[in-house]
């Protein structure tokens, strides 16, 4: 057994931290200094969901979406760019680009919340590819892969707030991430999961904490660190009033109950299996 899997963490970083090739090489540098992650989920970057949030709900002209979808494009290849364009990346950036569009222009998107939840699916289908990369450059070593999670994290078929199905996802962390994780530090996907059918679902907005915790457990993960721009728990959201006090130690309880009340610090449903599992915050 090598020395981290007593030690196995699994690290989540939010769309600020994942926004771009600065913030996404802090990331990787972080990882890279603590041998104990081996396991890191992402969210979309920021400002991708929101946008295709906007082409799954708003009825758009042609123009309008085609403008939507260029401001994703320009975020995925100001990172491609900043990556020197490494030709298989560029080519399953472009790939994810062009599903990416067609999903778009389906006629009855804004109808089907399974359509949606495909659509959905995109950002951080990207972002995990392009935060895999900056580690190995980063690392300037093979180090890092991408993993699908949608063959991870089990649902039910509840489009755009699908509940995990927790000992399917076990099974599946067991069959295809542990081999996995004694070769790599793998990087997989916030917020996506897929059905008993192999459509695509999500676990609903800000979905990426919650993703990460089923993860950990799924994995028996000794910690799970969940990285934000926001340098703790606050009293109240700091980007909104300068009044927030930081809160230097908190219950599971109290987490529990701000999440629930609409704190986005936490995904109301991040501590369940941290609950199951028994294991302390
Ligand atoms: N990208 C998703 C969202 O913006 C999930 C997440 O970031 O947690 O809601
Ligand atoms: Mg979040």
């Not at 990172?79 to 222009?105: F, M």
């Not at 542990?178 to 530090?185: C, F, M, R, S």
């Not at 695509?200 to 990285?227: K, M």
Request: charged letters at 20%; one cysteine or more.
């Amino acid at each position: 057994m090598s020395n981290w899997s007593e030690s196995l963490t699994v690290a989540k970083f939010g769309g600020t931290s994942v926004a771009n090739f600065e913030a996404m090489s802090r990331c990787a540098r972080i990882i890279l200094a603590n041998p104990s992650i081996r396991l890191v989920v992402v969210s979309a970057s920021a400002g991708i969901t929101n946008l295709l949030v906007k082409l799954g709900n708003e009825k758009l002209s042609g123009n309008e979406r085609e403008s939507v979808l260029q401001q994703i494009r320009n975020i995925e290849n100001a990172i491609l760019n900043d990556l020197g364009r490494p030709k298989q990346l560029e080519t399953t950036i472009e790939l994810l680009l062009e599903q990416l569009a067609e999903v778009a222009a389906q006629p009855d998107l804004i109808s089907s919340n399974k359509l949606k939840d495909e659509l959905l699916s995109f950002g951080e289908r990207m972002s995990s590819q392009l935060f895999a990369e900056v580690m190995n450059q980063v690392a300037e070593n093979s180090v890092a892969v991408s993993f699908e999670g949608r063959q991870l994290l089990k649902t039910d078929s509840t489009f755009g707030k699908a509940e995990p199905q927790v000992e399917l996802t076990k099974n599946q962390a067991e069959k295809l991430l542990n081999p996995l994780l004694q070769e790599k530090v793998v990087v997989t996907q916030g917020f996506i999961g897929s059905d008993n059918f192999d459509n695509t679902t999500t676990l609903g907005r800000g979905g990426s904490d919650y993703s990460a915790a089923l993860f950990a457990e799924a994995v028996s993960a000794f910690a799970l660190q969940i990285w934000t721009d926001v340098p703790g728990i606050y009293t109240t959201d700091p980007r909104i009033t300068s009044q927030a006090r930081p809160i230097s130690e908190i219950s599971f309880n109290e987490a529990a109950e701000m999440a629930t009340f609409g704190a986005k610090i936490l995904h109301p449903a991040t501590l369940i299996p941290a609950i199951r599992s028994g294991s302390k915050v």
